[in-house]
């Protein structure tokens, strides 16, 4: 029966679903500068916890800097998604969790998470799902991420989604 | 100090070289710049309280000279300061920000400082021309009467950075809950070095050690943090609220708020994240929080226990560490289930048979190796494997319906009473006093350790063992006087025990030695200037026995009976606590392999711990040919 409803949501997925496809459209770490500043190039700087890592603040600049394309609500959700995807993915997956729950939060959805992390579960597989998505970068995957987040709460109906 | 070097953010060091002359007539101006000696005592109208609050606030150091009394802030960017000369002039700095507070147009100025705008309307409020001015972006953004609690984090030591090795403090401001999206990038102040990433090796321990970064306040996100030590660096987060009332939750957030804009001197060893916190919190406090140790310098976790001892402390939360999640649910599964997890992980078991918890705890496991990949070097070809397969566990348990809320794991597992947490772990400064006894001739020793983190200290739950030792020194006293035993600059043995199964990569033990000092305390005169350095694997045996064995080498100064230049070195052993006392049991083979020399070395050692402050030590050795035993009283300094 398991076998048969893994089947099933496989096959729901779109054929022709690819990574390049749902990486499209707008990208928040890109036009708002989020990857870059909160993932160095020295690998090990990034765990260095003494050191100032650039979490929150990088973001908020260039929020402030362009705040018709990068609003506070979309930075910060980007961000959250970005720092904590792999958490926010297992979450998901689970059914829920403190990411999901911050998630919600951040986004303005309080008391609708449950709604959110419903949707999520739909929209996630095909992000996921896509071709190249393991292999992709973390910020490629975020940004994949961060549509199925969008779209889920378009999809949902719920108000939180706006300006997103 | 000159403002040409106060006024760059990059560090002192990074300054020097760069921009040479502009450097030396900066320097020419400030030596000849004529400068104010302020007075010692307050200036005019403001009350002795009123002025030593202002100093303090301010970071006003004071520096006697042979001629008159002057000050220095800790604050070493000028821009901070409103007065030309505010840096070193505290009477100055008032008198221009008061003018500026009473000028209708200085609004937007002052309210870069609500922390002095309190002070001001608190001390100097028959002086002030104006009602306390708004200040919409403070108040958007910070507004104190909104946070409702502050707590203490704490992050558990990280051997993978230096800089990290004793963990880390900050604060989290707690809204009210519907403010959550205002707050999400501000919700914790940081405080650390300006590394920027791009020093290296022992350029970077210079700087970290001598001063040559400069460090700041950070706003973050408390969530992210939080997420990025469990998560990504495998850490446990512990976290404290704190009892602070409403007037003291509005200084942090105040002070907080305008110390964005200042930078101090950073030195690993005495000025701090531990310092700056502490700091912040005896500010806020009036001194009613005192966090100075015994020791030369204060470790994060001496705050914690400083707040603990005081009363500061509410409660307790861990904030559990992806691996140590991961390793107690696994842990807790039957043998064959563990062999059929190990199997999944090698890709040799389908993954859509497994059950809903089964896929839980392989992602979980997946997720901790990923962590471990993504802090090292990556190795693409198995990063690659391991991410696909978390893809095909996602994409099962997606196709799934969700898990109901009792069976998902749990993110704060409670903490047992009698563990052994930040708060009540082992200071880390220790004086001991022992009595060696050996069939020749016995002596006495006196050690003092600055910073202690041993193998036979019990360790915080859910930590494994380990041993960081940062500065250590043995006096011996026998029948031929008193001489140096050893003096140890850095002891450290990181176990890393794996009970997990590590498919795509090998957690390694690692250990490293920079000290004068002898193979044992059997020989007498065999004393040595040494580094060793050793690689090796541990495990755990059941509940609690950590059993390592290590394999490296050791480069010597001088040449004995039992030392080579060049030795190799085996080190075999096991960490077990028997009720309460902690044991250590070691066997070391030290190998010249140049005269072919062999010395073994079998030791135990046990501590007891007899009060909070006080252990009872023994170590009994034995080289084959002799053996000596000491006993000693450990005191630790908090």
Redesign the interface.
Known sequence: MKKFILAVALTAMPVASSFAQQGTGPNPYVECGIGGALFPTVAWAAVTSNAIWDLGTTALSSAMSSPEMCNAKRVNTATLIIQSLESLEADVANGGGATTQALASTMGCQGQEAQLVSAMRTTMPAAIGAAGYATASQQDRANAVYNSVKSAAATAGLSCATAL | MPQFLARDDKGISQHLGQNFWFQVLAFLCWIFAPITAPSAAPPHGVSEAGWQRWLAINYYQPESTSKSRQYQSEIINADYFLAPQGQQNPEAELQTFLQILNDENGTETACRYPARLSWAYQYLAHQLQRPRPQCPEFEKSSNPSTIKEISLLF?SG?F??P??AFG?ILLKFAPE??L??DY???SSL?Y???????D?GVRYIFNGLMGGYSA?Y????A???T???T???QRDVWEYPLKLNTTQRQFVIEHSYELKRARFTYYFLTD??AHRIARMLELATHGQFKAAGKGPWLQPGQVVQALQQQGWLTSETRHISLKAQARNAYQRLPRAEQRLMQKAMQGTHKI?DLTDQQL?LL??LL?TE??SY??K?KQANKY?KL??L??EV????????????SE?LP?NPAVSASATTPATAAAPAKLTVAQKFKESAGSTFLTYRAANHDLLDTPVVGQPPSKFIFGEVTGEIGNNGAKLHSAVLLDIISLNPAPLPQVFGTERSWGLKVAYSPQSKICEKCSTAMVEGKLGQAATLGKNTTVFALLGGQLNSRETSRNEHLMAVLEIGAVRPLGPLQSLATYRASVGPFAGSVQNLAALELAYPANATTTLQLRAEHDGKAGAVVLGVGLELQ
């Open positions: 992050a990280y993978e950075s800089a990290s880390h809950a519907n959550f999206t999400f990038m501000d940081n650390g070095a300006n590394t920027q990433g791009q290296v700041s950070q706003r973050n996100n969530f992210l943090n997420q990025n030590y998560a990504r660096q701090n994240c859509t839980q992602n979980m997720d990923a962590a993504a802090n070097a690659t991410q696909q978390r893809q996602l994409l099962a348990r997606l196709a799934r319906p969700p898990l109901p809320v998902r993110l």
